[in-house]
């Protein structure tokens, strides 16, 4: 019989709705609850692509006994992280202080007044590896609250004043300098790995928003190192095991330091992010291999993730059906030379073999193989190579399937319209663009209310009850302002105004910093602020960055004010943990470059209004902004004023309150942003 959770929208909530556990979602009456019954809660906390989490569910919570003795003396309480990313923030902080690690599945015991008082990640069913069994631990719980219950409630009440203590000074009084930013490349050098590409070592993450970072700073500065780390990242990315060679798009991270073996599951964060900076490094540098990546990370999210409404799907799973039953992570992606043989013949598996990086002994598990594309000297067939892909990949279309989340999450749906809408007008794509337009109308008519307020998630079309948070507001209005520029529709530009004016209202403190959740959000046992980027940009910085892009469109002092304010944290953390604030590093170029305006005033069909449109757009200067636009037009501030320059369409570029004349050649623009 299903649980309470039947009847929720989140997809990883209802692949628990038939467990035996009497799961709760979050909510007052799961509190009430368990004090009415004088019981502690166990809070479950994952995603529905989350190899351990599935793990543990079919361990632990599909297991008739183990869920028997949660149901009489626990209230169970299970949370989506990505539909409620405050609850897991504040209580991952728990976590991480009282363990010095973290991660999902995270458990986590509370009071009936949700306070935490016991901490953990995945428990298996029994002991193993030194961790406690799962009912050894519930055992020792029952037995505490039973019999030591005032103690309990003293640990309980003392985490939560820690917590409380742990607040977060910042300098908003003055934005970063270029000595600030320089201090932090130097700390990304002695990081960067050499022989590998990344930042670090075991496991990588993609590093996308220090390559944004790099590269801006390239640009700004002339620093050929910057470039050089970002270009060698990303080739090794794109050789290697965590890029999907067949299909496109990236997994999560790779499991060890040379990219080779991922955790498969794929998310729209990493690939949005992944396809934009892949674009803006060919933008810079002309890469042939970035704008292939670029285009097929963007094939994929269109491919595999677009919902029937238009939005994005969060993400695929990491396992699947591995063909006889079991579900095994990777079993969708991973080759062995026999399976390579019988799709190909043995001539061309042999072409395969060397060209993916296949081996007998495998790459991965049980002599599996992922595909790489092996840094050789070796020339290749182009028409043989491409022969092969196409077979494999038709071949790897017959096999099960990984699950999809089809949850729509708001901000990363955000990234993904900036993603698709410049990839699209990079490489001439207007259906990219088109994609990334149906994903913004989705964002509008579903997840904003009239008051400028956003949903979090939505499924199907329907809004989830759950509140947007910063990020949410901060990425939809990044992706706005990005179509803004691509389409030229001044509409998107006063979208991004209502919600970062929301940002300006509800989420600002008043000493300028940011906070996670609004003012009139659910209180917790503390209100979340993280200013760090971690596999998405935080937040507070990206905030930062959408309210900067803004106040150049605009003129606003109010919003330029705020930017400024909140990039006083980057001053703070960019020597020290430049990987943690890339973002806002990325967005402290665009202040120290001003950012650049860009005004293109002339008919939209006319051949020089397109040219000098898309030279604007290819222009590398930081976080530079675009605004184009017919005679007279007034959506966009940025527009208010320019004419036509002896009847031709013009362009005018701004800079720090100054603007250079007009200009009706294309040449003469690309050089005016050139430096």
Same mark, same amino acid.
């Not at 050098?189 to 801006?216: I, N, Q, W, Y």
């Not at 900036?418 to 007008?425: R, V």
């Given at each position: ?40 809660? *166990? ?241 810079? /540098? ?15 999210? *269109? ?237 507070? /910085? ?72 898309? /030279? ?7 976080g530079l902004v675009v605004a184009v636009g017919e005679p007279g037009a007034e959506e966009v501030p940025l527009l208010h004023g320019r004419t036509l320059l002896d009847g031709h369409p013009a362009a005018y ?9 007009? /200009? ?12």
């Amino acid at each position: 019989m299903p649980n309470r959770l039947a009847h929720e929208t989140s997809p990883y909530l209802l692949q628990h709705a038939d467990n035996p556990v009497d799961w709760w979602p979050w909510s007052p009456e799961a509190f009430a609850e368990a004090r009415r019954r004088g019981v502690p809660v *166990v809070l479950s906390v994952g995603y529905s692509s989350c190899h351990w989490c599935h793990v543990m569910a079919h361990e632990s919570f599909e297991d008739e006994p183990t869920a028997a003795y949660l149901n009489e003396h626990f209230v169970s309480v299970k949370v989506d992280r990505e539909e409620r990313p405050d609850i897991d923030a504040v209580y991952m902080e728990a976590v991480q202080a009282a363990t010095g690690q973290g991660g999902w599945p995270m458990t986590v015991f509370l009071t009936p007044d949700a306070e935490p008082f016991y901490f953990g990640t995945y428990f298996p069913p029994g002991p193993r590896h030194g961790m406690p069994g799962f009912r050894q631990v519930l055992e020792g719980i029952r037995a505490a609250w039973r019999d030591r219950r005032e103690e309990v409630g003293d640990v309980a009440g003392r985490i939560v004043r820690e917590l409380a203590d742990r607040t977060l000074t910042v300098d908003t009084t003055r934005p970063p300098g270029p000595e600030d930013v320089h201090a932090a490349l130097l700390a990304l050098t002695r990081e960067f790995d050499a022989v590998r590409g990344g930042f670090g070592g075991a496991p990588k993450f993609p590093p996308s928003m220090t390559v944004e970072f790099l590269l801006r700073h390239h640009v700004r500065t002339g620093s050929e190192a910057a470039l050089e780390m970002a270009a060698a990242t990303c080739e090794a990315m794109a050789r290697g095991g965590i890029y999907d060679q067949l299909g496109g798009g990236f997994a999560r991270y790779s499991v060890d330091a040379g990219w080779v073996v991922p955790h498969f599951e794929k998310m729209l964060y990493d690939n949005a992010l992944l396809c934009r900076v892949y674009a803006h490094l060919w933008r810079a /540098t002309g890469s042939e291999l970035a704008r292939r990546v670029a285009l097929e990370t963007a094939d994929f999210m *269109v491919r595999e993730l677009r919902t029937g409404q238009g939005g994005f799907a969060s993400a695929l799973d990491a396992d699947s059906d591995d063909g006889s039953g079991r579900h095994v992570e990777g079993a969708y992606y991973v080759w062995t030379p026999r399976q390579l043989r019988e799709v190909l013949g043995e001539a061309d598996a042999a072409v395969a073999e060397v060209h993916f990086g296949v081996t007998e002994e495998g790459t991965f598990e049980e002599g599996a193989s992922v595909l790489q594309l092996p840094d050789t000297e070796q020339l290749w067939d182009a028409g043989k190579t491409a022969s092969v892909r196409d077979r494999l990949l038709a071949a790897r279309e017959q096999r099960p399937r990984p699950g999809r989340d089809d949850k729509v999450v708001a901000a990363w749906n955000g990234l993904a319209v900036a993603a698709l809408a410049e990839t699209g007008a990079y490489f001439d794509r207007p259906d990219l663009v088109q994609a990334a337009t149906d994903a913004a109308d989705l964002l509008v008519r579903t997840h904003m209310d009239w008051h400028a307020r956003l949903f979090r998630t939505s499924l199907d079309g329907v809004a989830g009850a759950h509140a947007g948070v910063l990020e949410d507001y901060a990425d939809v209005a990044e992706g706005f302002l990005a179509l803004s520029a691509v389409t030229g529709e001044g509409v998107w530009v006063d979208f991004a105004g209502l919600l970062l004016d929301t940002v300006l209202t509800h989420f600002t403190g008043v000493d300028g910093a940011l906070f996670d959740t609004a003012d009139d959000a659910e209180a917790l046992i503390r209100r979340p602020q993280d200013p760090t980027d971690n596999a998405t940009p935080s937040g507070w /910085t990206a905030a930062a960055g959408a309210l900067l892009s803004y106040a150049a469109y605009t003129g606003s002092a109010a919003h330029r004010e705020a930017a400024e304010k909140a990039l006083g944290v980057v001053r703070t953390l960019g020597p020290k943990a430049p990987r943690f604030i890339s973002w806002g590093l990325a967005t402290a170029e665009a202040l120290l470059d001003g950012p650049r305006e860009v005004a293109v005033v002339g008919p939209a069909d006319h051949p020089v209004t397109r040219r000098l449109h898309q /030279t604007a757009l290819l222009s590398t200067a930081p976080g530079l902004v675009v605004a184009v636009g017919e005679p007279g037009a007034e959506e966009v501030p940025l527009l208010h004023g320019r004419t036509l320059l002896d009847g031709h369409p013009a362009a005018y570029v701004c800079r720090n309150f100054t603007c250079d004349m007009p /200009t009706t050649d294309a040449k003469a623009l690309a050089a005016k942003l050139g430096g």
